[in-house]
Nanobody
Framework: QGRLVESGGGLVQPGESLRLSCVAS????????IGWYRQAPGKERELVARINSGSSTNYADSVKGRFTISRDNAMNTIYLQMNSLKPEDTAVYYC?????????WGQGTQVTVSS
């Protein structure tokens, strides 16, 4: 069964940057588009960025121009570079297939943006 492991979260101040990493099993990484999702307290999980096997990308309007999703095929890893972070970016970030999110969800990585 496919597995995804997220890392890289932390506590940062508004305007700072973070880079998240998602290591995916080979089958998932090679076969499916992968997305970064986030879930803030009291809110539904939302898809914020997606990249397919050909490295085409899509972004939610709320992160467009600030976040960049990329992939390293040799490492089976998807990255999310987050710049100009805002308090409203605070959430647990997950990766999964996109848009269906059918793989088992990992534990995610907490991102907190606060002064």
């Amino acid at each position: 069964q496919g597995r995804l492991v997220e890392s890289g979260g932390g506590l940062v101040q508004p305007g700072e940057s973070l880079r998240l990493s998602c290591v995916a099993s080979g089958t998932i990484f090679r076969t499916y588009a992968i997305g970064w999702y986030r879930q803030a307290p009291g809110k539904e999980r939302e898809l914020v960025a997606r990249i397919n096997s050909g490295s085409s990308t899509n972004y939610a309007d709320s992160v467009k121009g600030r976040f960049t999703i990329s992939r390293d095929n040799a490492m089976n890893t998807i990255y999310l570079q987050m710049n100009s972070l805002k308090p409203e970016d605070t959430a647990v970030y997950y990766c999964n297939t996109a848009p269906s999110g059918f793989a088992p969800w990992g534990q995610g990585t907490q991102v907190t943006v606060s002064s």
